[in-house]
């Protein structure tokens, strides 16, 4: 039914209540808060490294000292799978689509391998810890590892998979990227994107016409040399735009030529003598102007200051100092993420460490937090909420209970067959029923199956998980929410929109995320 993920969900578990296969009281009882809250506070954490400008630094990496289009794949590769692991391969993908699509165009390089490398990358990346996605909060919410184990156990597997993911990118474009830029102008330049604060540094602001805007129209007149010299050299440029200028009429050829006239007779009557100055101890020259309009001097050295200037002289003091509270409140939000992530790494309760630092940063924002809580995807939260709900109702029918006996003992972890039957079905149903629901209805099955053979098993049996159900998504367009962001921000961008097509995507989905997948298993198995 097309009412998209949030609303199925919910009519998934409004039919498991009307039914009567499970209580409202037991609805309510499934809905897991430990997971709700965790997912909540990195929401609001990242939105605040959003406004302190963390992905916009990371954006500026990706482009910084480039060497070329195969360099800033890797770059791409690289950058966006470290931010997915921190900031969730969501949110990486939302901020960092169009600026990739930007840097591909501005370089005449075709935009399809980065917008693939940023989508595969992030869910690659995001796998590397319980904070990258949220099928990673709910196994490390209902297993109990901690963040430092599920780090040292994923990280590995993350780092050689985005390496062998960016291998295989430049294997299958390398003949696209190989094309040098046409710097002879060969094509038509595409319009050129400016950055917001660049259009706003050159606007014309009252701080930036204050000086001009104060000035007597009776001062106009008393200019020094130098800027006498300027506007020659001005008119002389003028003269040589107006003889190149094709003029269509008499009229407009009179018209210069009059204008032109009039602009030398000005600078003809400016007179420029020199003054002695007896006032100080020796004779010193100065210089002031004299006009044949007015008949008057201003020495231009011993001028008083303007109000004009100790009214610029506030205006760049207030703007310092804006620029000083801005530096204080952006090192606080990255000194309390910073904390987060080492109170995460100590063992201390994942979802009450990611509330707090939310809560922390909403205080120290001194502003109405409406703003901010109004960015956070309620919808998400929701489709976890009837998704508990769906799944916990789903497994009192038995069907997942039948189902999984006849495929439990030839998938028991204890065997090379068995992992490999085991990443087979996650695989499957993370592309048919979407990686969180799988997670939820394997998740307590698969430990309990590893559990019998060993305690480490059962920790490993979850790094399985984990890792599969997350490189799954790389499979198709349709097998993460990342691919669907990454795709949609393309084909919305305003100057460089690209239709990133199912097709395509799947040409090299299904090499890629059986190469990593299983390059993955064996160091996952391993640890």
């Known amino acids: ?209 204050s000086h001009v805007s104060s000035l007597n129209p009776d001062d106009m007149d008393c200019i020094s040399e130098p800027i006498i010299r300027s506007n020659s050299v001005r008119s002389t440029s003028a003269n040589e735009n107006l003889r190149s200028r094709s003029v269509n009429s008499e009229a407009d050829i009179q018209l210069a030529i009059k204008s032109l006239r009039a602009s030398s007779m000005s600078h003809e009557m ?33 001028s008083p200051p303007s109000p004009a200037s100790n009214g610029d002289k506030e205006k760049e003091d207030e703007v310092a100092e804006k620029r000083w509270r801005v530096f204080v409140w952006k090192t606080a939000v990255y000194l309390i993420t910073l904390g987060m992530l080492i109170a995460l790494l100590m063992g201390l309760n994942m979802s009450w460490t990611a509330i707090t630092a939310a809560l922390v940063l909403l205080a120290l924002d001194f502003t109405d937090a409406q703003a901010c809580l109004e960015k956070v995807s309620y919808s998400l939260l929701i489709f976890f909420c009837g998704m508990f709900i769906t799944v ?6 038995g069907i997942p209970n039948t189902l999984w006996e006849l495929v439990e003992p030839y998938s028991r972890i204890d065997s090379a067959k068995g992992v490999a039957l085991l990443a087979v079905v996650i695989l499957i149903l993370s592309n048919v029923a979407s990686n969180v629901p799988t997670v939820l209805l394997l998740g307590t099955r698969v430990a309990a199956s590893a559990a019998a053979i060993s305690h480490d098993s059962e920790r490993k049996a979850w790094l399985i998980l984990a890792w599969v159900s997350t490189v799954a998504g790389n499979l198709t367009l349709l097998g993460s929410a990342a691919n669907l962001i990454v795709c949609e921000q393309a084909r919305r961008a305003q100057f460089f929109g690209y239709n990133l097509s199912f097709w395509s995507h799947l040409r090299f989905g299904v090499p890629s995320t059986i190469v990593v997948t299983a390059i993955g298993l064996l160091i996952v198995t391993s640890y």
């Open 1 to 209: 039914m097309p009412v998209g993920r949030t609303a199925g969900s919910l009519l998934g578990a409004m039919l498991m209540v009307l039914f009567r296969v499970i209580s409202p009281e037991d609805a309510y009882a499934a809905i897991d808060l430990p997971i709700i809250g965790l997912l909540f506070g990195t929401m609001v954490v990242s939105i605040f490294l959003e406004r302190a400008d963390m992905f916009k630094y990371l954006g500026n990496l990706l482009s910084w000292k480039s060497r070329g289009s195969k360099d800033l794949l890797f770059r791409v590769c690289i950058v966006s799978a470290i931010a997915s692991a921190l900031f969730t391969n969501d949110t990486c993908c939302v901020v960092l689509t169009e600026f990739i699509l930007k840097v591909a165009r501005q370089n005449n390089l075709p935009p399809q391998p980065f917008l693939l490398a940023l989508a595969t990358s992030s869910n690659i990346g995001s796998a590397a810890t319980p904070i990258g996605n949220p099928q990673n909060l709910v196994i490390a919410v209902e297993s109990g590892i901690s963040f430092g184990q599920f780090l040292l156990g994923v990280f590995p597997a993350m780092i050689v998979g985005v390496l062998t993911n960016a291998a295989i990118l430049l294997c299958y474009f390398w003949k696209y990227l190989s094309v040098e830029k046409d710097q002879e102008g060969g094509q038509p330049a595409g319009p050129e994107v400016v950055a917001d604060d660049e259009v706003t540094s050159h606007r014309f602001t009252p701080a930036r016409m």
């Open 392 to 397: 916990d109702g789903f497994n009192k029918t």
């Open 270 to 302: 400016v007179e420029v003598s020199t003054v002695t100055d007896r006032r100080d101890e020796g004779a010193s020259s100065r210089k002031f102007t004299r006009t044949a309009s007015q008949q008057r001097s201003v020495i231009i050295e011993d």
